[in-house]
């Protein structure tokens, strides 16, 4: 089944020069600001929501928003291959784990570099995270995220209890979004 995936573009990140009231000809544009975005898809293709991910200095911001699920808790993880084959979005492979440790964040051998908080949803069916993963880079770097094969964000069924390797203990995966470098 195809998928929406993957677009990572570079900008000059000219609102981040903090000179930029100056005249024009001392803006000078930073280095340029890497993002990666992705739908949120079903096991049938059903939009779930949107993922953007933003590299900044040796970290990167990822923000989520889900819909139409049920009220309720949801794990969501960045997992290490961009390629989300449904239903079960096996394809996809385990949580992005470079530094070889355990899940979670309150396991005392974890986390690993792809574990987010989970996604509260509401009465609406929608929620959202907004997170900083420290010491993740999309590109660049030993590990970045966005090697050859990709990678993934992933929802669970349920939630995340932070400590159970490999996954949370968060049940089946629900919706993936495809991230790649271009
Ligand atoms: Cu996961």
């Keep these: 089944m195809m998928r929406r995936a993957l677009i990572v573009a570079a ?22 600001t890497i993002i990666a975005t992705t739908q949120l898809l079903g096991p049938n293709g059903e939009l ?41 979005f096996a394809s996809a492979g385990g949580h992005f784990n470079p530094t070889m440790t355990h899940h979670g964040k309150d396991n005392p051998m974890g986390p690993h570099l792809g574990d987010l908080p989970n996604i509260v949803v509401g009465q609406g069916g929608t929620g959202s995270i907004d997170f900083t993963v420290a010491g993740l880079a999309l590109i660049g770097g030993a590990a970045p995220l966005l090697d050859a094969d990709g990678a993934a964000v992933i929802v669970h069924a349920g939630p995340d209890d932070y400590k159970t390797d490999p996954s949370g203990n968060s049940g089946d995966r629900i919706a993936c979004g495809a991230l790649a470098a271009r």
């Design 48 to 88: 779930r929501g949107t993922a953007t991910l933003t590299q900044l200095t040796a970290a990167t911001q990822v923000r989520a928003r889900v819909e139409g699920l049920a009220p309720g808790t949801y794990a969501i993880h960045l997992h290490s291959t961009g390629k989300c084959e449904g239903p079960k």
């Design 11 to 32: 900008t000059a990140a000219l609102a981040g020069c903090a000179h930029s009231g100056a005249s024009l000809g001392k803006v000078h544009p930073g280095p340029p």
